[in-house]
């Protein structure tokens, strides 16, 4: 216990001293106000399904509990924006004579009694106490919601296997998937579902303070703890040894970019950026993945036919690819920073170099959106415009960060690593660089009509393509000013 207790120290003592600490009080002071919002919100429906539910066939909490697969399933989901992987760095402790099990058991207590493990109660707490002291009292309200909270610690952990393994291989996607497609396929294909039998049985025996439901679902947590513990301990020995660096599979030299001068050379060493390094092939595939989702859902399901979530999807495969590696735009490179600054006006090439490839990527999503295109979910003139304007507006908004930017994001490290979320800058702008050209265009429509909407994204996207000389200079300038402190922060950061 007292080498817990030590370790949680030396954690809030490292989050303190981080070079970033002050920077992210903006990102911690938003996120608060969105939890509250949230917690409102499900508080609210707590008590509306309370009352909603009520029926004479059945009572509400056997209908939620009988539903309690998709709340897990929506909190699993749920957790990739907000919850990373264990974060505490683990390099000096293994240095030290400290049992290696001892700090992922560090890692992983800490994770399980996490905050975001009780966010669900604000849905299940009220709904409890309207619907259940009648039957079973204010017992029967806390062991219910001990029984709930318990399984959202066995999600944390199902969650955190998931998402390690991923982090390895994207095709342990197919873990996740494979699951929650079985799951569907048995509640939906027979007539009577197993799958919500079992989970109103499961709810009811937390109510009723049923020791063998408690005692199953511990042992479930006990199971995916030591499989979670036993993956990390391989996975940290594995990059602390550096096992995967000295495994090239073949060499590409990108030779059709020599006839562009410098620029070709840093669009080359960005390739290889994206294309050689652990922590951007994993940020690629992701992209790619939600992208080639996102387009199959629009084109060949009529789950998002609505207007807004139409538009919603269509900025979002645009935007992605550039708010992933352009909101961090110059962290990667503070590795190497140093070198890039003994040459002179090199920094003006590398922006030309990234926003040049970063463009020619708008047309992956462009090609996937076809078949959208063919079936008449969207018209030709949506997506191009929504390229173009992402490409100009959301383009420049992004790469103002080049000179704020102060944090170094390590290439390969993903286990051993301290991983923070993104500045408040880079959250705020990263936020309005999606969410402002959205409220744009509805408010384009609410004094034009939808062709004339769509133009004026155009056109608005076709002047900051043609000027996108003039910023970069600006942007490159101003970045110059900074140099120092920039290098500085960079330098500080690095792992």
Not at 72 to 94: G, H, N, S, W
Not at 145 to 150: E, K, M, P, R, S
Not at 253 to 266: A, H, M, N, Q
Not at 409 to 433: C, E, H
Request: net charge positive.
């Amino acid at each position: 216990m007292k080498l817990f207790n030590e370790l949680r120290k030396h954690g809030k003592l490292a989050a303190k001293r981080h070079p970033m600490y002050d920077k992210n009080r903006f990102g911690k002071y938003l996120m608060v106000a969105m939890s509250v919002f949230w917690a409102g919100y499900l508080i609210f429906f707590g008590m509306t399904f309370a009352f909603a539910l009520d029926t004479q066939s059945m009572e509400p909490y056997h209908l939620l509990n009988s539903g309690l697969v998709f709340v897990l399933a929506i909190d699993f989901l749920m957790r990739f924006p907000f919850q990373k992987t264990p974060t505490q760095e683990v390099k000096p402790y293994l240095l030290l004579p400290v049992k290696r099990n001892k700090i992922i058991d560090f890692l992983l207590i800490r994770s399980g009694l996490d905050t975001f493990n009780l966010f669900w109660l604000f849905l299940f707490v009220p709904f409890a106490i309207i619907t259940l002291p009648k039957y079973f009292g204010f017992t029967g309200v806390i062991t219910y919601c001990a029984g709930i909270w318990l399984l959202m610690i066995f999600n944390n952990y199902w969650f955190l296997l998931c998402r390690t393994l991923m982090s390895e291989r994207i095709w342990w996607i197919a873990l996740p998937v494979l699951l929650y497609g079985g799951i569907a396929a048995a509640i939906f294909i027979p007539k009577k579902s197993l799958v919500g039998d079992f989970f109103v049985n499961l709810g009811e025996g937390y109510i009723e303070g049923n020791g063998w439901m408690f005692a199953g679902t511990l042992a479930a947590i006990v199971a995916m703890w030591l499989i979670n513990r036993k993956v990390m301990k391989a996975l940290v020995y594995s990059e602390l040894n550096k096992v995967e660096d000295t495994k090239v599979k073949h060499l590409s030299e990108y030779k059709f970019l020599d006839k562009y001068g410098e620029v070709g050379e840093y669009m080359r060493l960005e390739l290889k950026l994206l294309l050689r390094n652990k922590t951007c092939k994993h940020g690629l595939r992701m992209v790619l993945l939600v992208v080639v989702g996102f387009s199959l859902v629009l084109s060949f399901s009529d789950i998002y036919d609505g207007v807004f979530m139409t538009n919603f999807i269509v900025i979002y495969n645009f935007a992605i690819f550039g708010l992933l590696f352009l909101s961090t735009v110059m962290s990667y490179e503070g590795n190497y920073i140093d070198g890039l600054m003994s040459r002179k006006e090199s920094i003006l090439s590398l922006l030309k170099a990234k926003y040049y490839l970063y463009s020619l990527g708008i047309l992956i999503p462009l090609v996937l959106m076809i078949p959208a295109i063919v079936m008449g979910k969207i018209a030709v003139l949506m997506a191009v415009s929504w390229a173009i304007f992402t490409v100009g507006f959301v383009y420049f908004a992004l790469f103002q960060l080049v000179v704020y930017n102060t944090k170094t994001i390590p290439l390969n490290a993903k286990i051993g690593v301290r991983q923070n979320t993104g500045t408040g800058l880079q959250n705020l702008v990263s936020f309005a660089t999606f969410g402002l050209p959205i409220m744009f265009y509805f408010l384009l429509k609410t004094i034009f009509d939808e062709t004339v909407s769509l133009y004026v994204l155009l056109f608005i996207g076709t002047g900051f393509i043609a000027t996108s000389g003039l910023w970069m200079t600006n942007v490159y300038h101003r970045f110059m000013k900074r140099r120092y402190k920039n290098m500085e922060g960079f330098r500080d950061s690095r792992e």
